[in-house]
C-alpha cells in the first residue's frame, strides 16, 4: 500500500475503532500512539495538525487535505510512523494484515484503489 494511504487507512481505522467502547487497550494505545507520530511529523506546518484533528472527526471530508499535509511534510519516508500504521492495522484487522492487504505497493497508477467494497467511476482524458 502505498505510505500515505496506509498512514490515513490506520488513522481512519483507530479513530473508528476508539470511539467504541469495546476498544481493547492495544487498540487505544496504538492509536493514541500513530496519532502522536503523525502530530510530531506535521508539527510546524500551519495546518497540520489542526487537518489531522479535523480527520478524526470526519475522515471522508478530511482525508485529501490530510494526505496532502502528510505527503508534504515528508510522512512517507518517517519509518518510525509507518511502522505504527502497520501495527494499527495489525491490530483493526489481522486478517487482512497478515494476508498482506497493507503491503500493496502502486507506482504509475491511475484510478487506483486500495480496499474492500469500493466503488470507483473514472473517466481519464488525454
Do not use: C
Not at 17 to 32: E, F, H, R
Not at 87 to 98: C, N, R, V, Y
Amino acid at each position: 500500500m502505498e505510505p500515505i494511504t496506509l498512514i490515513l487507512t490506520a488513522l481512519g481505522a483507530g479513530a473508528a475503532l476508539g470511539i467504541k467502547d469495546t476498544a481493547s487497550q492495544a487498540v487505544s494505545d496504538a492509536y493514541q500512539g500513530l496519532k502522536l507520530l503523525a502530530r510530531r511529523r506535521l508539527a510546524g506546518r500551519r495546518d497540520g495538525e489542526l487537518v489531522l484533528d479535523r480527520f478524526a472527526e470526519t475522515p471522508d471530508t478530511w482525508k485529501e487535505p490530510l494526505a496532502a499535509e502528510l505527503a508534504a511534510a515528508g510522512a512517507d519516508g518517517d519509518a518510525e510512523l509507518l511502522a505504527a500504521a502497520r501495527a494499527m492495522m495489525a491490530l483493526a484487522d489481522a486478517a487482512g494484515s497478515q494476508a498482506g492487504r497493507y503491503q500493496v505497493v502502486v507506482t504509475g497508477g491511475q484510478g487506483v484503489q486500495v480496499g474492500s467494497h469500493n466503488v470507483q467511476h473514472n473517466i481519464f482524458r488525454r
